[in-house]
Structures are given as C-alpha cells and as structure tokens.
C-alpha cells in the first residue's frame, strides 16, 4: 500500500521509498524514512496535498510524491 491510498486518520509505518534521485533525497531529507510513523490528519478537497503528522510536525506532499512511499 502507497501513502496517497491511507485513509485520514490512519497512523502508518514507512516499509520503503520507491523513488531514485532528487525526489526520493527530498523526502527522506524532510524526515520520512524507513520505520517512521506516519499520521494522515488531512487530504484537500480535490485529493492533492495530503497533510500528514512526522516525526511531531505537519507536512503537505503532493499524491505523486505519497505514491512513492510504501507503508504498512
């Protein structure tokens, strides 16, 4: 299951990163790496950003970039 598929209000667990390169370095730079827990607080009204809790702040990611993250 990829991040843009968790329902609001889920807490979930970062498996992997699947992207290479720049974009996969910026998530992992903004805290979310393997074994984080992830909390969906928020999704906009037409699905894109997603609001979520990591590592005690708020972060907004785009679908393409919660798609690439892996969870369980």
Same mark, same amino acid.
């Given at each position: #299951?990829?991040?843009?598929?968790?329902?609001? *209000?889920?807490?979930?667990? /970062?498996?992997? +990163?699947?992207? %290479?390169?720049? +974009? &996969? @370095?910026? !998530?992992m730079d #903004?805290?979310?790496?393997? *074994?984080?827990? !992830?909390? /969906? @607080?928020? /999704? %906009?009204? =037409?699905?894109?950003? +997603? $609001?979520?809790?990591?590592? *005690?702040? $708020? =972060?907004? =990611? @785009? &679908?393409?970039? %919660? $798609? +690439?993250?892996?969870? =369980?």
């Amino acid at each position: #299951m990829t991040l843009k598929e968790v329902n609001v *209000g889920q807490t979930v667990t /970062v498996q992997k +990163i699947s992207g %290479a390169g720049a +974009i &996969k @370095r910026r !998530i992992m730079d #903004m805290g979310v790496t393997k *074994g984080t827990e !992830i909390h /969906v @607080r928020k /999704v %906009a009204p =037409l699905g894109d950003p +997603i $609001e979520v809790t990591v590592r *005690g702040y $708020e =972060l907004s =990611l @785009r &679908k393409a970039d %919660a $798609e +690439i993250i892996e969870v =369980l």
